[in-house]
Nanobody, 126 residues
Framework: QVQLVESGGGLVQPGGSLRLSCAAS????????IAWFRQAPGKEREGVSL?????????YYVDSVKGRFTISRDHVKNTVYLQMNTLKAEDTAVYYC??????????????????WGQGTQVTVSS
């Protein structure tokens, strides 16, 4: 089992920044990748960014956040971060981190992800 706990959400003005954290515990050695997802009201949950748990540290971003968001990891702290800059109103959503033990490099379908955090709210508004 792997436990994931997100933190760092909040209210920020357009153009502002937030850093989300995803602390992992449990059998993290089996984790192949960790991803950030988000779900806005009335919309489906969508993948935002993905990072490998391996030595390569490969990353992936959806087009809507490229150049604004940065995913990173700290193996010592077993934590994955999502640095979000130049935030827009359309970034408002509940953000979730999720882990997969499958050797897949994709964020679809969501069922590929075995473990999920409880989510943290990000609101971008003036």
């Amino acid at each position: 089992q792997v436990q994931l706990v997100e933190s760092g959400g909040g209210l920020v003005q357009p153009g502002g920044s937030l850093r989300l954290s995803c602390a992992a515990s449990g059998f993290t050695k089996n984790v192949y990748a960790i991803a950030w997802f988000r779900q806005a009201p009335g919309k489906e949950r969508e993948g935002v960014s993905l990072i490998s748990n391996g030595n390569d540290g490969s990353t992936y971003y959806v087009d809507s956040v490229k150049g604004r968001f940065t995913i990173s990891r700290d193996h010592v702290k077993n934590t994955v971060y999502l640095q979000m800059n130049t935030l827009k109103a359309e970034d408002t959503a509940v953000y979730y981190c999720a882990a997969t033990t499958l050797h897949v490099w994709t964020m679809q379908p969501l069922t590929l992800y075995d473990y999920w955090g409880q989510g943290t709210q990000v609101t971008v508004s003036s």
